[in-house]
């Protein structure tokens, strides 16, 4: 009988990147963090002017684990029902 898709991958040599390439890659991860690090003040910037307009407690974005982008609308205290991205848009 044949391996499936994973027996498949796991069963291949993966390469090590050798101290020199990993230097280079550290320093291309250190932009990125910035680079989520200021998206990230933006999301809670926005979110304060949303709980000033709409005067909703702790209202914020919620996002999922699987993939990037915020899901929908709730807040913390759950004061109000989930509103889901097919609802906003």
Same mark, same amino acid.
């Given at each position: 009988?044949?391996?499936?898709?994973?027996?498949?991958?796991?069963?291949? /040599?993966?390469?090590?990147?050798?101290? /020199?390439?990993?230097? /280079?890659? /550290?320093?291309?991860?250190?932009?990125?963090?910035?680079?989520?690090?200021?998206?990230?003040?933006?999301?809670?910037?926005?979110?304060?002017?949303?709980?000033?307009?709409?005067?909703?407690?702790?209202?914020?974005?919620?996002?999922?684990?699987?993939?990037?982008?915020?899901?929908?609308?709730?807040?913390?205290?759950?004061?109000?029902?989930?509103?889901?991205?097919?609802?906003?848009?």
């Amino acid at each position: 009988m044949g391996l499936n898709a994973y027996e498949e991958f796991t069963k291949k /040599k993966m390469k090590t990147v050798d101290a /020199k390439t990993l230097i /280079k890659l /550290k320093k291309w991860w250190s932009i990125l963090r910035l680079i989520e690090d200021g998206f990230w003040e933006e999301i809670h910037e926005t979110e304060q002017k949303m709980i000033e307009d709409t005067g909703i407690k702790d209202i914020e974005f919620f996002f999922g684990d699987e993939d990037f982008g915020a899901k929908g609308i709730g807040n913390a205290s759950r004061t109000i029902a989930l509103i889901h991205r097919q609802d906003l848009e």
